[in-house]
């Protein structure tokens, strides 16, 4: 069974940068599609970023294109997603999950096999 474990939310600024991790373990495959979801009170969860670990396939969402990116060290099987230029409507609990092959890179929640547990982010003005 796979295990994710976020890391890396905090408070910030508007104007702030924040980097959020999520490793890898268990029975692991050797790539998978992994994403980060967000989801704040009284919202869905939305998915902004998603990639396959193995190649280059990547989306990002409008909503944090050009200020998150997102990334995977597979010597360390650690997802990453940087976010700058953060908003306070960037305030949410921040999941990474994942989905073993056959998979595709997207936002559809129910598609995705694991989840972390969730780190907080909130983004003062």
């Known amino acids: 069974r796979v295990q994710l474990v976020e890391s890396g939310g905090g408070s910030v600024q508007a104007g702030g940068s924040l980097k959020l991790s999520c490793e890898v373990s268990g029975d692991t495959y050797t790539s998978y599609c992994m994403g980060w979801f967000r989801q704040a009170p009284g919202k869905e969860r939305e998915g902004i970023a998603a990639i396959w670990t193995g190649g280059a396939s990547r989306a990002i969402a409008d909503s944090v294109k050009g200020r998150f990116t997102i990334s995977h060290d597979s010597a360390i099987n650690t997802l990453y997603l940087q976010m700058t230029s953060l908003k306070p409507e960037d305030s949410a609990m921040y999941y990474c999950?994942?989905?073993?092959?056959?998979?595709?890179?997207?936002?559809?929640?129910?598609?995705?096999?694991?989840w972390g547990q969730g780190t907080q982010v909130t983004v003062s003005s």
């Open positions: 999950a994942a989905d073993h092959p056959p998979c595709r890179v997207g936002f559809v929640v129910k598609n995705y096999d694991y």
